[in-house]
């Protein structure tokens, strides 16, 4: 049930620009997304609760598609503090509690 | 601040020793959460709670036990220790059921079984 990440490593340079994908086998009903920094815990970044929704956070947006059961991360301009590991997560559609983290995809923005 | 207290910060335990790892949040929030995270395999659940006194299973939840006596605390008890359950443990709280409005985690524990 865990949703798959794609690329699982990206490098930039400062002011380019990436997109991490997310898609799982399962009806997704939301999708969130976290960014972990080495040694820290993760942090919220954006919740995706509708079909077609996308949302912004800074520099930093989603999209979230129902049907095609996957969600997009997009980072825009990186920074050198966008660098960290990105999480996406999902409900069991059948039991909300119950939640599955994707593998991750480690950002790394160099000057 | 506001936010989850755990602890211990790091441990290397015995196999086969009892172990508790704390986990206090502040924020009033009603379920609170145990993940493991493990290199490659990302964050998997061990157990949650909607609410104190009601307590659920999640992905991984063999070999560690949970409580909720009252809003604030969670703690997880591993009650016989193996080298498998080494790995980072995350506690984490959400206003809502089923974190519909985001987990927040706390910083971690470090647990070493040897």
């Known amino acids: 049930q865990q949703p798959v990440q794609s690329p699982q490593a990206v490098i930039l340079r400062e002011g380019e620009d990436a997109v991490i994908n997310c898609s799982s086998s399962k009806a997704l009903y939301s999708v969130h997304w976290y960014r972990q920094k080495h040694g820290e815990a993760p942090v919220f970044l954006m919740i995706?609760?509708?079909?077609?929704e996308q949302k912004g956070h800074d520099k930093i947006s989603a999209s979230f598609n129902e049907k095609k059961q996957q969600s997009s991360l997009y980072l825009t301009a990186s920074q050198l503090s966008y660098s960290g590991t990105y999480f996406c997560g999902t409900p069991d559609p059948y039991n909300f509690n119950k939640f599955y983290f994707g593998s991750g995809t480690k950002l790394n923005v160099k000057p | 601040i506001a936010g989850i207290t755990q602890a211990p910060t790091s441990q290397i335990l015995a196999a086969g020793r009892r172990m508790t790892l704390r986990c206090t949040q502040d924020?009033?929030?009603?379920?609170m959460y145990w993940y493991r995270q493990d290199l490659g395999l990302g964050l998997r659940l061990i157990h949650y709670s909607n609410t104190a006194g009601t307590t659920g299973k999640g992905e991984v939840p063999d070999g560690y036990s949970v409580s909720r006596a009252n809003t604030d605390d969670f703690p997880l008890t591993l009650a016989s220790a193996v080298p498998s359950q080494t790995s980072v443990y995350f506690c984490?709280?959400?206003?809502?059921?089923?974190?519909?409005?985001?987990?927040?985690f706390g910083s971690g524990t470090r647990l070493t079984v040897v």
């Open positions: 924020m009033r929030h009603n379920a």
């Open positions: 995706l609760l509708k079909g077609g």
């Open positions: 984490a709280s959400s206003e809502r059921q089923g974190a519909t409005d985001g987990y927040t």
